[in-house]
Nanobody
Framework: QVQLVESGGGLVQAGGSLRLSCAAS????????MGWYRQAPGKQRELVAI???????NYADSMKGRFTISRDNAKNTVYLQMNSLKPEDTAVYYC???????????????WGQGTQVTVSS
């Protein structure tokens, strides 16, 4: 089994910053891409940012320049530094990882439980 555990969400004022963390654990052989998604009330889940095992990154347009994704491969952890937060960034943020479990040949999608980020105006 593979588990993803997120931390770092909370309440912040507009213009503030938060840093999210997501640690993967369990029967892991290899982790390929890791990423963050978010879902606001009444909206579909959307991509925030992804990072490959080699460190290449991709961001949704509305996050470019404000959010930074990074990862520590030795710790199987991905981070999301969020600056200049806006009320419209309020959502549940989910961690995602494409993991090759031990004794498997292919990677599978795993999700964290989500962490609430609320930005007040």
């Amino acid at each position: 089994q593979v588990q993803l555990v997120e931390s770092g969400g909370g309440l912040v004022q507009a213009g503030g910053s938060l840093r999210l963390s997501c640690a993967a654990s369990g029967s892991i052989f290899k982790i390929n891409a890791m990423g963050w998604y978010r879902q606001a009330p009444g909206k579909q889940r959307e991509l925030v940012a992804i990072i490959t095992s080699g460190g290449s990154t991709n961001y949704a347009d509305s996050m470019k320049g404000r959010f930074t994704i990074s990862r520590d491969n030795a710790k199987n952890t991905v981070y999301l530094q969020m600056n200049s937060l806006k009320p419209e960034d309020t959502a549940v943020y989910y961690c995602n990882a494409r993991v090759v479990p031990t004794s498997r040949f292919y990677d599978y999608d795993y999700w964290g439980q989500g962490t609430q980020v609320t930005v007040s105006s």
